[in-house]
């Protein structure tokens, strides 16, 4: 008897269980960017008490310099969206991603010129702005990666992982062994949906759909391997027939849990969206602030 007759599954359905690619933003990369910095940071911070240079000598006033023309370049980000001259220069999402490094590399550079030490209250108030700024722009990529989408795109991203598992509908399902798994995440998918109806979902509620996506993964991840190596697990199968099942089990939880994503970012969609809202209100008088304690700062250090 051949592995599939063993297992319980057709060749076709082994053939097709692999989820298509989705919309989902790579973080890895920003994440990565942000270790590396930070990695880099730590140790120039334990290095500064040997005082190899100090903010007013050749290296330490060009860090700062360049410090602050990367900051001046992150005003390009919001001019281009709102000067027509500069609309055509260039794609959003590049203006976006190079904004967004800047405000990381330009506080790191002026950290280092500092020395990691404030010595004047004028530099201290241009110091502090400045990490409110990146700390603020640091949160503002997070919400801003939720909402990017949009509502439709990430509906529509649900609806074809939907139609791909035939969740609701008549044709084969993908999870048609597992009846019992299916039942769970359509009702996950229908609570969710009457718990975010009319767009306000509380605070409360966009926590804990988290929360409860979280452990439903795990939950039907456990279900999942129990319902497709319980009734094998008695049968001799060789090495070939049970990688062949660990590799449709994987498959299968990628779908879940692909499934279980895509409900849980529908539904915090509005929340996510104001807090962008909220961010921006708070965000853009921090930039201004920084604007004019960096040009005090920069006038105050050249007139005394």
Do not use: C
């Not at 030490?117 to 919400?143: D, P």
């Amino acid at each position: 008897m051949n592995s599939n007759a063993q297992t319980g599954y057709s060749s076709s359905q082994a053939e097709h269980r692999e989820p298509k690619p989705r919309t989902h933003s790579k973080e890895h990369g920003w994440k990565i960017f942000l270790l590396s910095v930070s990695v880099v940071l730590a140790i120039g911070y334990l290095i500064s008490t040997q005082k190899y240079y100090k903010p007013g000598d050749d290296l330490g006033y060009n860090m700062g310099l360049v410090g602050g023309i990367m900051l001046l370049a992150l005003l390009l980000y919001p001019l281009r969206k709102r000067i027509r001259i500069l609309r055509n220069i260039g794609i959003l999402p590049v203006w976006f991603k190079w904004h967004m490094i800047l405000g990381i590399l330009a506080p790191s550079l002026i950290l280092f010129h500092s020395t990691f030490y404030i010595g004047s209250i004028n530099a201290g108030m241009a110091m502090i702005a400045m990490l409110l700024v990146a700390g603020s722009g640091v949160f503002g990529r997070f919400f801003y990666t939720k909402i990017h989408n949009g509502l439709y795109g990430r509906q529509a991203s649900l609806k074809e992982l939907q139609d791909d598992m035939a969740i609701t509908g008549n044709t084969k399902s993908v999870l048609g062994f597992a009846p019992e798994i299916e039942k769970r995440l359509d009702e996950f998918r229908s609570r969710t949906a009457e718990v975010s109806k009319g767009g306000d979902v509380g605070l409360w509620h966009f926590a804990t759909i988290g929360i409860r996506a979280a452990i439903l993964s795990r939950r039907l991840s456990k279900d999942l391997h129990y319902v497709m190596f319980y009734k094998v697990k008695e049968k001799n199968l060789n090495p070939a027939q049970i990688q062949r099942l660990n590799m449709i089990y994987e498959q299968d939880l990628r779908h879940i849990n692909f499934f279980i994503r895509a409900v849980r970012d529908v539904a915090q969609f509005h929340t996510y969206e104001r807090l962008f809202s909220w961010w921006h209100i708070f965000h853009i008088p921090l930039v201004y602030l920084l604007v004019f304690s960096g040009i005090f700062h920069v006038i105050s250090v050249h007139m005394y």
